[in-house]
């Protein structure tokens, strides 16, 4: 998911670097904004402890999935015995692109062949997904409400604007409308485990990023015409998953009640959101795909869509790191909580919290300033600094070209004085949109001692 907001799979080298310069023998990470959870993924493929959370639960999916797999899928009641070799071919042909592309980050000792291999059923499922997909002609939730062809994708907007959403080519909006229902149905019906539903989703979720009909984000879609990248034919591909790798421990949860939960780390990286853009609301829409399959009543989720978006207004999460007057005040506790010897946060100095609006032509040191101040506080740590990025590529390797992107990007490194205590019947509280749509047993919170094992003393709220 390259196009997610604040994606820093381009620095993971330069992070892993500063861990390696200044906490040596580090193999514990946490990861409480994980959204794409590409750092949590490039640390497990290293061979680390990890643990990663966030309030999407299209995060949680794929971190189910890039996180919680310790062995090969097997799918032994829904793969077909009769393989559709040129259909195999071409998944292998493409995990081996994915391997080539990706692997020296998330899969550093396996080769293409080793991870068909291990993959090679999550393969054959995926092709028979296709096949429903490219067959399917009966409209469902994804046609009718987010397409122009959709007799419920009709909106207004608040300056009178009127239309009709725009999402998905009616081709792939019919496709992905097969593969949920089938994905869906194969769930209810007790044919898929726990593991499997997750790495099927995580493949149309990832998809779904490539040829939606969006500029990146779900907070809106080209009303005038379809892309080029959205006339692209659906085509589902093998997630690039390990099956070797300690499993982590995952939450979708709220970063600051979570951090109390969590086991101890060697290191807690934090990427906090640093503007206003809510993103639950940006990707409403990956959100309801990786609830389609556990939804008690798809109906009754869809018949509340508004806005021109088409987010139901009960399915949302403020975060208050999207306030600036709330963002320091919640980063502290956030830290206080966590069970950490390090705290690593990354900062990008560009147009964020304190100077998004600002008149001026370049960005201003303020946020910068505060978040200096709120590390050199000795209450909370006994040794800090803030590094440019700069610096870091410098001091550890040259990479020519790259400069200009790491202007603004600093990492603030805090030696942690004081944790809390931990008591043993701590838990995490659901997200008030789980509960309210009866998802607190798949998206909750699932420890390290394997991906089946659910934590069950999870607190009701309303």
């Given at each position: 998911?390259?196009?997610?907001?604040?994606?820093?799979?381009?620095?993971l080298p330069?992070?892993?670097?500063f861990?390696?310069?200044?906490?040596?023998?580090?193999?514990r990470?946490?990861d409480?904004?994980?959204?794409t959870?590409?750092?949590?993924?490039?640390?497990?493929g290293?061979?680390?402890?990890t643990a990663a959370c966030?309030?999407?639960?299209f995060?949680?999916?794929l971190?189910q999935?890039?996180?919680?797999?310790d062995?090969?899928?097997?799918?032994s009641?829904?793969r077909?015995r009769?393989?559709?070799a040129?259909r195999?071919?071409?998944?292998?042909?493409?995990?081996?692109r994915?391997?080539?592309?990706?692997?020296?980050?998330?899969?550093?000792n396996?080769?293409?062949?080793e991870?068909?291999?291990d993959l090679?059923?999550?393969?054959?499922?995926?092709?028979?997904?296709?096949?429903?997909?490219?067959?399917?002609t009966?409209s469902?939730?994804?046609?009718?409400?987010f397409?122009?062809?959709?007799?419920?994708?009709?909106y207004e907007s608040q300056?009178?604007?009127k239309?009709a959403?725009?999402?998905?080519?009616?081709?792939?909006?019919?496709?992905l409308?097969?593969?949920?229902?089938?994905?869906?149905?194969?769930?209810?019906d007790?044919q898929l485990?726990r593991?499997?539903?997750?790495?099927?989703?995580?493949?149309?979720?990832?998809?779904?990023?490539?040829?939606?009909?969006?500029?990146?984000?779900?907070?809106d879609?080209?009303?005038?015409?379809?892309?080029?990248?959205?006339?692209?034919?659906f085509?589902?591909?093998?997630p690039?998953?390990?099956c070797?790798?300690p499993?982590g421990?995952i939450?979708?949860a709220d970063?600051?009640?979570?951090a109390?939960?969590?086991?101890?780390?060697?290191?807690a990286?934090?990427?906090?959101p640093?503007?206003?853009?809510?993103y639950s609301?940006?990707?409403?829409?990956?959100?309801?795909?990786?609830?389609?399959?556990?939804?008690s009543?798809?109906?009754?989720?869809v018949?509340?869509?508004?806005?021109?978006?088409?987010?139901?207004p009960?399915?949302?999460?403020?975060s208050?790191?999207c306030?600036?007057?709330?963002?320091?005040?919640?980063?502290?506790?956030?830290?206080?909580?966590?069970?950490?010897?390090?705290?690593v946060?990354?900062?990008?100095?560009?147009?964020?919290h304190?100077?998004h609006?600002a008149s001026v032509?370049e960005?201003?040191?303020?946020?910068?300033?505060?978040?200096?101040?709120?590390f050199?506080?000795?209450d909370?740590?006994?040794?800090?600094e803030?590094?440019?990025?700069?610096?870091i590529?410098?001091n550890?390797?040259?990479?020519?070209?790259?400069?200009?992107?790491?202007v603004?990007?600093?990492?603030f490194?805090?030696v942690r004085r004081?944790?809390?205590?931990?008591?043993?019947?701590e838990?995490v509280?659901p997200l008030?949109?789980?509960?309210?749509?009866?998802l607190?047993?798949k998206?909750?919170?699932t420890?390290?001692?394997?991906?089946?094992?659910?934590?069950?003393g999870?607190?009701?709220?309303g």
């Open positions: 998911m390259e196009k997610y907001l604040g994606n820093k799979s381009s620095l330069l992070i892993e670097g861990f390696k310069s200044r906490i040596p023998t580090a193999n990470i946490s409480v904004f994980a959204g959870n590409n750092v949590s993924r490039y640390f497990r290293r061979g680390w402890t966030d309030v999407n639960r995060s949680y999916v971190a999935a890039y996180l919680g797999t062995e090969p899928p097997i799918f009641a829904v077909t009769r393989v559709n040129f195999m071919r071409h998944m292998q042909h493409e995990l081996a994915s391997v080539a592309r990706f692997g020296h980050a998330y899969l550093p396996v080769s293409a062949a991870a068909f291999v090679s059923a999550l393969a054959n499922v995926l092709v028979r997904l296709q096949l429903i997909g490219e067959s399917n009966s469902g939730v994804i046609t009718d409400c397409t122009q062809w959709g007799s419920r994708s009709k300056r009178g604007a239309g959403r725009n999402y998905f080519s009616r081709q792939n909006a019919l496709f409308d097969g593969v949920l229902a089938t994905i869906r149905k194969w769930w209810a007790g485990t593991n499997e539903v997750f790495l099927l989703m995580t493949a149309v979720l990832e998809e779904v990023v490539i040829t939606a009909n969006v500029n990146g984000t779900f907070h879609f080209n009303r005038d015409r379809i892309w080029p990248n959205a006339e692209q034919n085509q589902l591909r093998v690039l998953v390990s070797s790798q499993v421990e939450a979708n970063a600051v009640d979570v109390r939960v969590f086991a101890r780390h060697d290191i990286y934090l990427d906090p640093y503007n206003f853009r809510q609301a940006y990707y409403h829409f990956l959100n309801f795909v990786a609830a389609y399959p556990f939804l009543d798809v109906e009754a989720y018949s509340g869509l508004s806005h021109v978006r088409g987010q139901h009960e399915d949302d999460f403020a208050d790191f306030y600036r007057r709330k963002f320091v005040t919640s980063l502290r506790r956030l830290i206080e909580n966590i069970d950490a010897d390090h705290v946060l990354s900062y990008y100095g560009g147009r964020n304190w100077n609006w032509d960005p201003t040191d303020e946020g910068l300033e505060e978040l200096r101040t709120l050199d506080d000795s909370l740590f006994s040794h800090s803030v590094v440019p990025a700069l610096e590529r410098k550890y390797q040259s990479r020519v070209g790259e400069q200009k992107g790491l603004n990007e600093y990492l490194h805090g004081n944790r809390i205590a931990r008591a043993n019947s838990c509280s008030v949109t789980n509960s309210r749509w009866g607190v047993d998206f909750v919170h420890t390290a001692a394997g991906n089946d094992e659910v934590d069950q999870v607190r009701a709220t």
